[in-house]
Nanobody, 127 residues
Framework: QVQLVESGGGLVQVGDSLRLSCAAS????????MVWFRQAPGMEREFVAA????????FYADSVKGRFTMSRDNAKNTVYLQMNSLKPEDTAVYYC????????????????????WGQGTQVTVSS
């Protein structure tokens, strides 16, 4: 069982930066994937970034590559999503997700592939 709690969302201006956090409780294994999704109003939930808990390998959606960086702090059982050069189209509720089963890499990008979810944190980018 894994519990995830996101924080760090807010209202920012175009071009600003924001860092999201996802604190995990429960047992995580080195091969587990931690993933960020986002969902804008009226849109489907979409994959943003993923990280392998043990090795730290990362993977990004094309829409955020070069602007977003995912990292982890194993001691704090926390993953982060550093978001730079934010755009209005980045406005969404951001969700942290994880799964404890063995999964392939590159990571799955479908929400149904992940068992554990946080409650989400709102990010609004104003122009």
């Amino acid at each position: 069982q894994v519990q995830l709690v996101e924080s760090g969302g807010g209202l920012v201006q175009v071009g600003d930066s924001l860092r999201l956090s996802c604190a995990a409780s429960g047992r995580l294994f080195s091969t587990n994937h931690m993933v960020w999704f986002r969902q804008a109003p009226g849109m489907e939930r979409e994959f943003v970034a993923a990280l392998v808990w043990g090795g730290g390998m990362t993977f990004y959606a094309d829409s955020v590559k070069g602007r977003f960086t995912m990292s982890r702090d194993n001691a704090k059982n926390t993953v982060y999503l550093q978001m730079n050069s934010l755009k209005p189209e980045d406005t969404a509720v951001y969700y942290c997700a994880a799964d404890t089963k063995s999964m392939p890499w590159p990571p799955a990008k479908t929400p149904g592939d992940y068992e554990y979810w946080g409650q989400g944190t709102q990010v609004t980018v104003s122009s």
